[in-house]
């Protein structure tokens, strides 16, 4: 079987993969750049290593602990992970890969479906599915509104072309065709975003760097706040029951695009005005994190979330 090539590792197709782990009472760990099980055998531990090329499913059950680099690895492997009880059953939560990180979500047979239903029917159809996207950035101009003006403090706005930029961004959105039109207005509103900021904390010329690349503090406090959005995103959609995979205008040949769509709400009005200000105050990126979790809090960005995804699922009216 011809293995793909994907970057620097070559990955062997899940169907074609032959092993299915279950542990219990080891930790799972890297060592030497492989990752491995420790096991105690009298005063001594025994390292045994897992092929995560060709592995399919790692269940984890009583006794036993991995780690985040661990995580990391099986991740990139795409290698399903699960927290089980004794014996393999039952299935308590497992890993979802998104984002380049590994989300964890309980499992249940049992949640309820209402809202995957009502998602269904207006992600089926493209002129819903538009609907849908400029529902998500009317909210987000919402939030931006709301956030910027009031909330937003070391933060010397130009509102007459801030206001300008939103105004300009509301029009857009109503007359987008398709997604790719509102896609191109909605990047054109982020680099005015970026300006906005630059001017409003005094900071120097700025450059947003792609897939955590950048160096510059303000690149690396907004790649820190983004994944907590994420994170948010991610939660808001788990628990009405929406598939990460049914996005209706980021990644749509992305497994975790529906993550990208939730987070558009709140990233940009509370994580990026934050980013600016903790770069020019030289915050180190607990301190920020704590800052941008202490917003999401009082601006109560997850019922933001979920109660915007359920207005949506009640469709056009």
């Known amino acids: 079987m011809e293995a793909i090539s ?12 032959a092993n299915l782990y279950y542990l219990e009472k080891c930790k799972v760990v890297v060592n030497g750049g ?67 990180i590994a989300w964890f979500s309980p499992q249940s047979e049992y949640r309820p479906v209402e809202y995957l239903h009502r998602w269904l029917g207006i992600w089926q159809d493209e002129n819903t599915r538009l609907w849908a996207a400029k529902q998500i950035q009317c909210k987000r ?50 680099k005015q975003l970026y300006k906005h900021a630059c001017q409003a904390s005094d900071y120097e010329a700025f ?45 749509q040949t992305r497994r975790g695009g529906l993550v990208f769509d939730v987070a558009d709400l709140i990233k940009d009005a509370l994580v990026l005005p934050q980013a600016f200000i903790g770069a020019m105050r030289g915050d180190e990126a607990q301190t920020f994190r704590h800052e941008c979790l202490t917003r999401f809090t009082q601006s109560q960005a997850l019922d933001f979330m979920i109660d915007s995804l359920k207005e949506i699922c009640e469709g056009p009216r």
Not at 6 to 17: A, C, N, Q, V, Y
Not at 75 to 99: Q, Y
């Open 207 to 251: 450059t947003r760097a792609k897939r955590g690349s950048g160096t510059d503090p303000a690149n690396r406090l907004l790649d820190n706040g983004n994944y907590l959005a994420y994170g948010l995103g991610a939660t808001a959609t788990w628990v009405l029951g929406i598939p990460h995979g049914l996005s209706v205008l980021h990644g």
């Open 141 to 190: 101009v919402e939030m931006l509104q709301k956030h910027w003006q009031v909330d937003a403090t070391d933060f010397n706005l130009n509102l007459s072309a801030f206001n300008q930029s939103l105004s300009t961004f509301t029009d857009e959105i109503d007359t987008s065709q398709n997604q790719q039109q509102l896609m191109l207005a909605e990047a054109r509103l982020t």
């Open 34 to 100: 492989r990752v491995e099980y420790i096991t105690e055998a009298g005063n001594r531990q025994l390292y045994w290593n897992i092929p995560i090329a060709n592995t399919t499913s790692l269940l984890l059950g009583t006794g036993t602990s991995i780690t985040q680099s661990a995580m990391r690895e099986l991740a990139k492997a795409g290698v399903l992970v699960g927290f089980c009880g004794g014996g393999g059953t039952p299935l308590f939560c497992a890993n979802e890969v998104e984002l380049d």
């Open 6 to 17: 994907s970057g620097d590792l070559r990955t062997i197709l899940h169907s074609k993969r």
